[in-house]
Protein backbone atom coordinates (compact mmCIF):
# COMPACT_ATOMS: atom_id res chain seq x y z
CA UNK A 1 0.00 0.00 0.00
CA UNK A 2 1.85 3.61 -0.90
CA UNK A 3 0.79 6.44 1.37
CA UNK A 4 -1.40 9.07 0.09
CA UNK A 5 0.90 12.18 -0.07
CA UNK A 6 -0.53 15.51 1.00
CA UNK A 7 1.33 19.00 0.57
CA UNK A 8 -1.00 21.63 2.80
CA UNK A 9 -3.16 21.06 5.83
CA UNK A 10 -6.36 21.16 3.68
CA UNK A 11 -5.42 18.35 1.98
CA UNK A 12 -4.36 16.63 5.45
CA UNK A 13 -7.52 17.46 6.86
CA UNK A 14 -8.92 16.11 3.87
CA UNK A 15 -7.08 12.80 4.05
CA UNK A 16 -7.25 12.43 7.87
CA UNK A 17 -11.33 12.84 7.36
CA UNK A 18 -11.76 8.97 5.70
CA UNK A 19 -9.95 7.65 8.28
CA UNK A 20 -12.07 6.03 11.19
CA UNK A 21 -10.20 4.88 14.25
CA UNK A 22 -6.56 5.67 16.54
CA UNK A 23 -3.68 7.26 14.54
CA UNK A 24 -0.14 7.48 15.41
CA UNK A 25 1.94 10.29 14.03
CA UNK A 26 5.92 10.28 13.17
CA UNK A 27 6.97 13.33 13.06
CA UNK A 28 9.88 13.51 10.93
CA UNK A 29 12.49 15.90 8.73
CA UNK A 30 12.95 13.65 6.16
CA UNK A 31 16.15 10.97 4.50
CA UNK A 32 14.17 8.47 6.06
CA UNK A 33 16.47 5.37 7.24
CA UNK A 34 15.87 2.27 9.43
CA UNK A 35 15.47 4.88 12.52
CA UNK A 36 12.74 6.21 11.31
CA UNK A 37 11.18 2.53 10.05
CA UNK A 38 11.20 1.74 13.57
CA UNK A 39 8.78 4.32 14.76
CA UNK A 40 6.97 3.69 11.72
CA UNK A 41 6.42 -0.04 12.60
CA UNK A 42 5.73 0.52 16.44
CA UNK A 43 3.33 3.44 15.12
CA UNK A 44 1.33 1.25 12.84
CA UNK A 45 1.62 -1.85 15.50
CA UNK A 46 -0.27 0.13 17.96
CA UNK A 47 -2.31 2.16 15.77
CA UNK A 48 -5.61 1.94 13.00
CA UNK A 49 -3.83 4.17 11.23
CA UNK A 50 -0.54 5.49 10.73
CA UNK A 51 0.30 9.35 9.64
CA UNK A 52 4.16 10.47 9.01
CA UNK A 53 5.22 14.08 8.47
CA UNK A 54 8.12 15.20 6.16
CA UNK A 55 9.14 18.47 7.29
CA UNK A 56 12.56 20.01 7.47
CA UNK A 57 11.35 23.03 9.96
CA UNK A 58 13.57 26.13 9.20
CA UNK A 59 13.10 27.33 12.92
CA UNK A 60 14.57 25.02 14.45
CA UNK A 61 18.03 26.02 12.23
CA UNK A 62 20.21 28.68 13.15
CA UNK A 63 18.69 31.98 11.71
CA UNK A 64 15.59 30.11 11.09
CA UNK A 65 16.91 28.26 8.85
CA UNK A 66 19.66 30.69 6.95
CA UNK A 67 22.44 28.60 7.64
CA UNK A 68 24.09 26.31 5.63
CA UNK A 69 23.21 23.14 7.73
CA UNK A 70 19.30 23.89 6.49
CA UNK A 71 20.66 24.54 3.26
CA UNK A 72 22.01 21.27 2.60
CA UNK A 73 19.59 19.01 4.55
CA UNK A 74 18.87 16.23 2.45
CA UNK A 75 15.16 16.22 0.74
CA UNK A 76 13.86 13.68 -1.59
CA UNK A 77 9.91 13.67 -0.54
CA UNK A 78 9.35 10.72 -3.57
CA UNK A 79 12.60 9.01 -2.15
CA UNK A 80 10.77 9.06 1.25
CA UNK A 81 7.38 8.11 -0.04
CA UNK A 82 9.14 5.11 -1.93
CA UNK A 83 11.00 4.40 1.25
CA UNK A 84 7.19 4.39 3.34
CA UNK A 85 5.28 1.93 1.03
CA UNK A 86 4.43 -1.40 2.48
CA UNK A 87 5.29 0.30 6.05
CA UNK A 88 1.50 0.61 6.83
CA UNK A 89 1.12 4.61 6.57
CA UNK A 90 -1.78 5.94 5.51
CA UNK A 91 -0.68 9.36 5.20
CA UNK A 92 2.50 10.95 4.61
CA UNK A 93 2.26 15.04 5.54
CA UNK A 94 4.89 16.59 3.13
CA UNK A 95 4.39 20.61 3.32
CA UNK A 96 6.95 23.52 1.85
CA UNK A 97 8.16 26.17 4.71
CA UNK A 98 5.25 28.17 3.01
CA UNK A 99 2.44 25.62 3.49
CA UNK A 100 3.31 25.66 7.52
CA UNK A 101 3.86 29.23 7.86
CA UNK A 102 1.85 31.19 5.35
CA UNK A 103 2.43 34.41 7.29
CA UNK A 104 6.28 33.57 7.49
CA UNK A 105 7.85 33.34 10.82
CA UNK A 106 5.17 33.04 13.07
CA UNK A 107 4.12 35.77 15.99
CA UNK A 108 4.11 33.00 18.81
CA UNK A 109 5.70 30.18 19.77
CA UNK A 110 5.67 27.37 22.22
CA UNK A 111 8.70 28.41 24.95
CA UNK A 112 11.13 25.33 26.15
CA UNK A 113 12.73 27.00 29.50
CA UNK A 114 15.21 26.01 31.00
CA UNK A 115 15.10 22.15 29.51
CA UNK A 116 15.50 24.00 26.45
CA UNK A 117 18.69 26.26 26.75
CA UNK A 118 21.22 23.55 27.99
CA UNK A 119 23.43 20.96 25.99
CA UNK A 120 22.01 20.88 22.50
CA UNK A 121 20.05 24.02 23.67
CA UNK A 122 23.38 25.88 24.37
CA UNK A 123 24.44 24.98 21.55
CA UNK A 124 21.62 25.60 18.90
CA UNK A 125 20.12 28.81 20.99
CA UNK A 126 16.25 28.32 19.57
CA UNK A 127 16.43 24.97 18.34
CA UNK A 128 13.92 23.44 21.20
CA UNK A 129 11.59 26.69 20.81
CA UNK A 130 11.08 26.06 17.03
CA UNK A 131 10.59 21.89 17.86
CA UNK A 132 8.13 22.43 20.16
CA UNK A 133 6.60 25.35 18.07
CA UNK A 134 6.20 23.04 14.55
CA UNK A 135 5.90 20.02 17.20
CA UNK A 136 2.61 21.77 18.42
CA UNK A 137 1.25 22.58 15.18
CA UNK A 138 1.46 19.28 14.07
CA UNK A 139 -0.26 17.71 16.84
CA UNK A 140 -2.66 20.25 16.36
CA UNK A 141 -3.33 19.42 12.69
CA UNK A 142 -3.29 15.56 12.57
CA UNK A 143 -4.91 15.32 16.65
CA UNK A 144 -3.16 11.52 17.16
CA UNK A 145 -3.67 9.35 19.62
CA UNK A 146 0.22 8.82 20.21
CA UNK A 147 2.92 10.16 19.15
CA UNK A 148 6.50 8.59 18.58
CA UNK A 149 9.47 10.06 19.27
CA UNK A 150 13.12 8.22 18.98
CA UNK A 151 15.93 7.76 21.89
CA UNK A 152 18.15 9.15 19.66
CA UNK A 153 17.31 12.43 20.24
CA UNK A 154 17.06 12.54 24.05
CA UNK A 155 16.65 15.81 25.06
CA UNK A 156 14.04 16.32 22.25
CA UNK A 157 12.18 13.60 23.24
CA UNK A 158 11.88 14.76 27.11
CA UNK A 159 11.28 18.11 26.70
CA UNK A 160 8.41 16.60 23.86
CA UNK A 161 6.90 14.66 26.69
CA UNK A 162 7.28 17.81 28.85
CA UNK A 163 5.48 19.73 26.47
CA UNK A 164 2.30 17.36 25.95
CA UNK A 165 2.23 17.28 29.52
CA UNK A 166 2.76 20.74 30.77
CA UNK A 167 0.34 22.40 28.02
CA UNK A 168 -2.87 19.23 28.08
CA UNK A 169 -1.66 18.80 24.49
CA UNK A 170 -3.26 14.78 24.61
CA UNK A 171 -1.50 12.58 22.60
CA UNK A 172 0.57 9.62 24.64
CA UNK A 173 3.93 10.36 23.57
CA UNK A 174 5.84 7.00 22.91
CA UNK A 175 9.99 6.40 22.98
CA UNK A 176 11.28 4.12 19.85
CA UNK A 177 14.84 2.71 21.12
CA UNK A 178 18.11 3.79 19.27
CA UNK A 179 18.81 2.03 15.88
CA UNK A 180 22.34 1.48 15.06
CA UNK A 181 24.20 0.77 12.11
CA UNK A 182 26.23 -2.54 12.08
CA UNK A 183 29.50 -0.38 12.94
CA UNK A 184 28.07 1.03 15.86
CA UNK A 185 27.00 4.56 14.64
CA UNK A 186 23.26 5.75 15.17
CA UNK A 187 21.73 5.95 12.12
CA UNK A 188 21.00 9.82 11.34
CA UNK A 189 20.03 11.32 8.23
CA UNK A 190 23.13 13.52 8.87
CA UNK A 191 25.43 10.60 8.11
CA UNK A 192 24.76 10.94 4.18
CA UNK A 193 27.21 13.47 4.57
CA UNK A 194 30.40 11.70 6.10
CA UNK A 195 33.35 10.12 4.15
CA UNK A 196 34.35 7.05 4.85
CA UNK A 197 37.07 7.99 6.64
CA UNK A 198 34.88 11.14 8.66
CA UNK A 199 32.35 7.93 9.28
CA UNK A 200 34.99 5.75 11.29
CA UNK A 201 36.26 9.02 13.06
CA UNK A 202 32.88 9.51 14.13
CA UNK A 203 32.74 6.17 15.77
CA UNK A 204 34.47 7.45 19.05
CA UNK A 205 31.56 8.90 19.98
CA UNK A 206 29.66 5.54 20.62
CA UNK A 207 33.13 4.50 21.59
CA UNK A 208 32.97 6.89 24.40
CA UNK A 209 29.47 6.28 25.50
CA UNK A 210 30.40 2.64 25.78
CA UNK A 211 33.25 3.42 27.48
CA UNK A 212 30.81 5.12 30.49
CA UNK A 213 28.14 2.75 30.25
CA UNK A 214 30.97 0.09 31.46
CA UNK A 215 32.64 2.46 34.12
CA UNK A 216 34.90 4.77 32.61
CA UNK A 217 35.26 7.89 34.27
CA UNK A 218 33.26 10.93 32.30
CA UNK A 219 36.62 13.09 32.48
CA UNK A 220 38.52 10.44 31.45
CA UNK A 221 35.91 9.46 28.73
CA UNK A 222 35.39 12.88 27.64
CA UNK A 223 39.64 13.57 27.50
CA UNK A 224 39.97 10.71 25.25
CA UNK A 225 36.98 11.89 23.20
CA UNK A 226 38.65 15.36 22.97
CA UNK A 227 41.74 13.66 21.77
CA UNK A 228 40.36 11.48 19.16
CA UNK A 229 41.13 12.18 15.80
CA UNK A 230 39.78 14.42 13.18
CA UNK A 231 36.59 14.95 16.04
CA UNK A 232 35.92 18.10 17.42
CA UNK A 233 34.00 17.81 20.79
CA UNK A 234 30.91 19.93 21.60
CA UNK A 235 29.62 17.72 25.42
CA UNK A 236 30.24 14.71 26.78
CA UNK A 237 27.83 14.75 30.02
CA UNK A 238 25.89 12.58 32.00
CA UNK A 239 22.48 13.78 33.23
CA UNK A 240 19.31 13.06 35.19
CA UNK A 241 17.30 12.47 31.75
CA UNK A 242 13.95 13.97 33.77
CA UNK A 243 15.68 17.48 34.33
CA UNK A 244 18.77 16.99 31.64
CA UNK A 245 21.16 18.56 34.71
CA UNK A 246 24.26 17.42 35.04
CA UNK A 247 24.17 15.10 37.78
CA UNK A 248 27.22 12.54 38.05
CA UNK A 249 24.76 9.94 39.27
CA UNK A 250 22.33 10.43 36.43
CA UNK A 251 21.37 7.74 34.51
CA UNK A 252 22.07 8.96 30.85
CA UNK A 253 25.37 9.75 28.80
CA UNK A 254 24.96 11.85 26.06
CA UNK A 255 27.38 14.02 23.43
CA UNK A 256 28.07 15.72 20.43
CA UNK A 257 30.69 15.72 18.24
CA UNK A 258 31.67 17.78 15.12
CA UNK A 259 33.61 15.28 12.10
CA UNK A 260 34.59 16.67 8.69
CA UNK A 261 32.21 19.42 9.34
CA UNK A 262 29.06 17.06 10.83
CA UNK A 263 27.49 17.38 13.55
CA UNK A 264 26.32 14.02 15.00
CA UNK A 265 24.45 13.52 18.54
CA UNK A 266 24.08 10.28 20.22
CA UNK A 267 23.63 8.87 23.58
CA UNK A 268 23.33 5.92 25.97
CA UNK A 269 21.58 5.04 28.98
CA UNK A 270 23.55 3.98 31.94
CA UNK A 271 22.68 0.81 33.99
P1 LIG B 1 14.68 13.40 12.25
O1 LIG B 1 14.10 13.10 10.88
O2 LIG B 1 16.15 13.22 12.33
O3 LIG B 1 14.15 14.68 12.83
O4 LIG B 1 14.10 12.25 13.19
C1 LIG B 1 12.71 11.99 13.27
C2 LIG B 1 12.45 11.05 14.42
O5 LIG B 1 13.16 9.83 14.21
C3 LIG B 1 12.94 11.62 15.76
O6 LIG B 1 12.00 11.29 16.76
C4 LIG B 1 14.25 10.92 15.96
O7 LIG B 1 14.61 10.78 17.32
C5 LIG B 1 13.96 9.56 15.34
N1 LIG B 1 15.21 8.92 14.95
C6 LIG B 1 16.17 9.43 14.14
N2 LIG B 1 17.22 8.58 14.06
C7 LIG B 1 16.92 7.53 14.87
C8 LIG B 1 17.60 6.32 15.22
N3 LIG B 1 18.80 6.03 14.76
N4 LIG B 1 16.97 5.47 16.06
C9 LIG B 1 15.74 5.76 16.56
N5 LIG B 1 15.06 6.87 16.26
C10 LIG B 1 15.62 7.74 15.43
Not at 16 to 32: F, I, K, R, S
Not at 165 to 194: F, Y
Request: net charge negative; aromatic share 6%.
Amino acid sequence: MSPVVTRTPEELRAALAGLDGTVGLVPTMGALHSGHASLVAKAAEENDHVVVSVFVNPLQFTDLGDCDDYRDYPHDVDKDVAFLSDKGVDVVFAPEAEAMYPQGVPEVWVRTGRMGEVLEGAWRPGHFDGVATVVTKLLSLVRPARVYFGQKDAQQLMIVRRMVSDLNLGPEVRAVPIVRAADGLAESSRNQHLSPEARSRALALPRALAAIADGTDLETARAELAAAEGVELDYLEIVDPATFTADPEGTLALGAIRVGGTRLIDNRLLG
